[in-house]
């Protein structure tokens, strides 16, 4: 039985020869298959790179989309700090107009009484504050020193404490949240318990617990638009309205607030905007009290 083929004849153009091929059905059918193949093979290829760059693009956009959300949250975050500073301005200057006029926030009288007279009144209090902010006699921390205090040394020009520098100025990776944060100060690592000294003569304008993870706090104020903070104490030594000097102990170093290990954060405020205190640490010495002599 002869196999079915098929022939192709070929002609020289210039010989007028005649040349016929015979090409079995199974090879014409398998080359068909193979082209087939082929086709289905190329289109696979083709939907597959399509829906990697299909893939990529949603990738990039959500990339765009999260750096812009982080931008956001750090910009938020930015403000949030702000807000925080204008509530601590505000409070101090609450506190100094307590502490000027006496002004009181609870009743005479027993405790188990349910009303009283306030002294000094909520309206006289108002109208105490309004002259005070009219005339302008207590406007800021920084002029109450000036005004009242005048520091023999007022350039914070020592260690506040006895250790290692841990911590730089500016901007940092947060160790609780992983995000890039500012950092306003330098971190000085020190054990528990140790001395934390006043870098400059002052007059203390806050003493005690901040809720912005500073911990246990205490400010300082130089006059001159100056003033240094000294965060996570373990122990204030200090009060409101003492006069420190230089050297003079403010409290021990600790791990109160928003803190992974004890240490002191030092932060250096000129007319209100943070500055890096290392320009003031770089060629400071650290404070050693000298032993009263015995007679």
Not at 164 to 188: C, T
Not at 207 to 227: F, I, K, N, P, S
Not at 253 to 279: M, Q, W
């Amino acid at each position: 039985m002869q196999q079915e083929y098929f022939v192709v004849v070929l002609a020289h153009s210039l010989r007028g020869r005649l040349r016929r091929i015979h090409i079995p059905h199974q090879a014409v059918y398998a080359i068909l298959c193979l082209a087939a193949l082929g086709c289905f093979s190329v289109a696979g290829f083709v939907a597959s790179y399509a829906r990697m760059a299909w893939k990529v693009a949603n990738y990039n956009a959500l990339r765009r989309e999260a750096d812009g959300l982080r931008a956001r949250y750090q910009f938020l975050q930015s403000v949030v700090n702000q807000r925080n500073e204008q509530l601590a301005s505000l409070q101090l200057f609450a506190k100094e107009v307590s502490a000027a006029f006496d002004i009181k926030d609870k009743l005479d009288g027993p405790a188990d009484i349910s009303e009283g007279k306030l002294v000094p009144s909520f309206d006289e209090s108002m109208e105490d504050y309004n002259y005070l902010r009219n005339v302008n006699i207590l406007s800021l921390p920084s002029r109450r020193s000036s005004r009242y205090f005048q520091p023999a040394n007022g350039v914070p020009d020592i260690w506040p404490v006895d250790g290692v520098l841990i911590g730089g100025f500016g901007m940092r990776m947060d160790p609780f949240s992983g995000e890039g944060a500012f950092h306003k100060g330098v971190d000085i690592r020190a054990a528990t318990g140790t001395p934390v000294r006043s870098t400059a003569d002052g007059i203390v304008i806050h003493a005690g617990w901040d809720l912005g993870g500073y911990g246990r706090l205490v400010v300082v104020d130089h006059g001159g638009g100056t003033q240094t903070w000294y965060a996570h104490l373990s122990r204030i030594n200090v009060t409101v309205g003492e006069e420190v000097r230089r050297g003079d102990l403010v409290g021990l170093v600790g791990s109160t607030g928003r803190v992974t290990a004890p240490h002191l954060h030092y932060e250096v405020h000129i007319d209100g905007v943070v500055r890096n205190p290392y320009t003031f640490l770089s060629g400071a010495t650290v404070y050693h009290p000298q032993p009263k002599l015995q007679f």
